[in-house]
């Protein structure tokens, strides 16, 4: 893997995932997309379920993904992505071979994955079933964590939401 961003294929990143089995709910921008959203995503956000068997299959993932620690310089930083270190860090920044890829076991008011798998969809990508997140709870998360970037789309979301809720 070179230290320049790689193009962007979340289908790529997806298929991995699914390759090795990991159980897992599409959150953040790209599942706001998958619903309608306007508006653009550059990573693949995840919450994975939290069992030791299925962070090993994360880790496999990873690793066929040649996944490395994001960081704000130019070189992506190597890290132990075995299932022990990945289960120990509530949120991973990551860059693969095919864009960025961050993992957040408990995603901002969120109570994690049984919280997010509770109301989520089946929707389909490049022909794969994809689980993703409601748009209220991804609201919910996007809400609580108050960033800069996420408040600017809070607006587009609720409309979004209105929208799927009128009769």
């Avoid at 069992?51 to 090993?56: A, D, Q, R, S, V």
């Avoid at 022990?84 to 957040?104: C, P, Q, Y």
């Amino acid at each position: 893997m070179t230290d320049t961003a790689p193009a962007f294929e979340p289908e790529r990143i997806l298929e991995a995932l699914d390759r090795h089995g990991v159980d897992y709910v599409l959150i953040g921008s790209l599942a706001t997309y998958l619903q309608g959203s306007p508006l653009p995503t550059l990573d693949v956000d995840v919450t994975p379920a939290p069992t030791p068997n299925n962070f090993e299959r994360l880790s496999k993932a990873l690793f066929e993904l040649e996944a490395r620690v994001r960081t704000d310089g130019a070189i992506a930083l190597t890290f132990s992505d075995s299932a022990r270190s990945l289960m120990s860090v509530e949120m991973w920044n990551l860059t693969t071979k095919f864009g960025d890829l961050d993992i957040a076991q408990m995603p901002a008011g969120t109570s994690g994955y049984p919280d997010l798998t509770r109301d989520a969809r089946a929707l389909v990508l490049s022909g794969r079933r994809v689980r993703v997140a409601s748009l209220a709870d991804i609201i919910r998360s996007k809400d609580a964590a108050g960033r800069a970037k996420d408040q600017l789309a809070l607006p587009v979301l609720r409309e979004l939401l209105a929208r799927e809720k009128a009769p």
